[in-house]
């Protein structure tokens, strides 16, 4: 059993920054890629960021320059640094993580999810 664990999401103002955390936890034996997705009222869910395990990222184009990734591997923690927020940023933010667990099942993994409000 894996579980992901979010934090960090709330209420903010434009311009504004937050920083999502996501725990991974159970019985993990290795986790390839970490990411965030988010998902607007009315949207289907999309991708934010994912980093692998080596460390290599990909943005979408529109928190490129705003938004940093950055993981723990020894604590099997991934964080999502959000600055320059925009009212278009709102969302409910999902972690994921692909995990390869002891018993040598691939999983992927989502979080519940944690709500960002971009707003004056």
């Known amino acids: 059993q894996v579980q992901l664990v979010e934090s960090g999401g709330g209420l903010v103002q434009p311009g504004g920054s937050l920083r999502l955390s996501c725990a991974a936890s159970g019985t993990i034996f290795s986790i390839n890629n970490m990411g965030w997705y988010r998902q607007a009222p009315g949207n289907e869910r999309e991708l934010v960021v994912v980093i692998s395990s080596g460390g290599s990222t990909n943005y979408a184009d529109s928190v490129k320059g705003r938004f940093t990734i950055s993981r723990d591997n020894a604590k099997n923690t991934v964080y999502l640094q959000m600055n320059s927020l925009k009212p278009e940023d709102t969302a409910v933010y999902f972690c994921?993580?692909?995990?390869?667990?002891?018993?040598?099942?691939?999983?992927?993994?989502w979080g519940q999810g944690t709500q960002v409000t971009v707003s004056s």
């Open positions: 994921n993580a692909q995990v390869l667990a002891r018993d040598m099942w691939k999983y992927d993994v």
